[in-house]
Structure formats: C-alpha cells, structure tokens
C-alpha cells in the first residue's frame, strides 16, 4: 500500500490524526480493563455468596449432630 504526496503533505495533521487513534486506543483498552476488574469482582462476590449460603446451610445440621451426640453420651453414661 503506497501513500500519494497529498496524503503526507501536512505531517502536523498526521501526527494529530495518529495522536487521536492512539488515544482511543487506549481509551479502549482502559475501559476493557475496567469491565474485566468489575466482572472479575462480581464473580469474587458471587463465590463469597455462595459460600456464606453454604456455611449457613450445614452450620444447623451440625449444630443439631453434635447435640445429638451429647443427648445420647449423657443417656448412655446415666443408664
């Protein structure tokens, strides 16, 4: 691909119009990591509820097993 003189007569404009890709270019970029950080803080979030739902869910049970244990040690020992 070759470029005509009229393309390159103005290297100020040149340098502008590069100048003005770069910066949406890198605007772009900022703005993909940005949704990259916040997805990856919404899947962090999305484990932690999870793992509080679990810990809520097994901490009755076995509270209510270990009860259960002393109940029969005590009926045991006393009979």
Known sequence: MSFSDEDND????LQKDLD????????????RLEE???EEERLQA????TREK??????L?????FALI??????????
């Open 10 to 13: 103005d290297p100020e404009e």
């Open 20 to 31: 003005e890709y770069f910066e949406k270019r890198r605007i772009s970029v900022e703005d």
């Open 70 to 79: 002393i109940l029969l040690a005590i009926t045991f020992a006393a009979g």
């Open 46 to 49: 999305q484990k932690r509820a």
């Open 61 to 65: 049970p076995r509270k209510l097993f």
């Open 36 to 38: 990259q950080r916040l």
């Open 54 to 59: 679990r810990k809520r869910f097994f901490y």
